[in-house]
C-alpha cells in the first residue's frame, strides 16, 4: 500500500511539470475595419455577444501572398518557444530520475528502520539488557556480601564492599550506570537522604584511600565500614 501511495505521488507531480510545460500557441488578432467595428458595436447594444471578427465587406479583399515569410521576431520566438519547451523537458526528467531515487533509497533502506524501531519497542528486555552493558566494569560480577565478608584481604573487601553498596544502590533507585563512570561518579547520581549521602561517600572516601593511597585497614575500621554498609543497604539486603 505505501510502495502505491509513492507511486501515484511521483506520477503526479511528474505530470504536473510536464503540465506546466505546454504552451498554448498566440492567437494574432484580428484586423477589424470601420464596418467590422460598426457591427460589433450594434449587436452589443443589443445584448448580443459575440466573438466574430470581420474584415471591412466595403474594403477591397486583404491581398494573398503565398510567398510571404515569418519575420525574423517570428522566428526568434518560436525558437525561444521550443527551446524553453526542451529545457523544461530536461528539468522535469531529471525530476523525475531524482524523485525515483528518493523513493528507491526510502524503500530500500527506510522499511529497515521502521522494523528495527518496532523491534525495540516491542522487546522492553533490550533497553535493560542495555544498560548492563554499559555498567562499569568494576560494577559486574561481584560476588555475594557474605562472600566478601570471608575474604582474608581486608583492603580489597573493603574496596569490593564498596563497589557492592553502590551497584545495589544505583540499581535499587534506577539509575543507569555509564561504562565510564568511577565510584565517586555513581556517588554523585545516588540520590539519598543527608545522613545516607554521608554515611555513603565516607565509605567511598576511605575505599580509595585504601586502593590508591595503599593505606591498611585494621579489623576494627573493617568492621565500622561493614556496619556502615549494612546501614546503607538495609539488614534485608546483605
Known amino acids: 500500500m505505501r510502495c502505491i501511495f509513492l507511486f501515484v505521488f511521483v506520477f503526479s507531480l511528474v505530470a504536473s511539470v510536464f503540465q506546466t510545460s505546454a504552451q498554448e500557441p498566440v492567437q494574432e488578432p484580428l484586423e477589424i475595419g470601420e464596418a467590422g467595428t460598426e457591427y460589433l458595436r450594434s449587436i452589443r447594444l443589443q445584448g448580443i455577444d459575440s466573438d466574430v471578427s470581420y474584415f471591412d465587406p466595403t474594403a477591397p479583399p486583404p491581398k494573398l501572398d503565398t510567398q510571404q515569410q515569418p519575420s ?30 528518493i523513493v528507491y533509497l526510502f524503500l530500500r533502506f527506510g522499511g529497515n528502520i521502521a522494523v528495527s524501531l518496532k523491534r525495540d519497542t516491542d522487546n522492553p ?27 582474608a584481604d581486608r583492603r580489597r573487601a573493603l574496596v569490593l564492599l564498596t563497589q557492592k553498596v553502590l551497584a545495589t544502590l544505583a540499581k535499587t533507585n534506577g539509575v543507569l550506570m555509564q561504562r565510564s563512570w568511577t565510584a565517586r561518579d555513581t556517588l554523585g547520581h545516588i540520590p539519598l537522604g543527608q545522613p545516607q549521602q554521608s554515611v555513603l561517600r565516607n565509605l567511598v572516601l576511605n575505599s580509595e584511600r585504601v586502593q590508591f593511597g595503599g593505606r591498611d585497614v585494621s579489623e576494627d575500621e573493617f568492621r565500622e565500614h561493614v556496619s556502615s554498609c549494612r546501614q546503607l543497604l538495609g539488614t534485608g539486603s546483605v
Open 125 to 151: 528486555e533490550s533497553k535493560r539488557s542495555g544498560g548492563v552493558q554499559n555498567a562499569p566494569l568494576w560494577a559486574e560480577k561481584l560476588g555475594s556480601f557474605n562472600d566478601i565478608l570471608r575474604m
Open 72 to 101: 525574423a521576431q517570428e522566428q526568434e520566438a518560436k525558437g525561444r518557444t521550443s527551446s524553453g519547451t526542451g529545457t523544461r523537458w530536461t528539468f522535469g526528467v531529471i525530476a523525475a530520475l531524482v524523485l525515483a531515487g
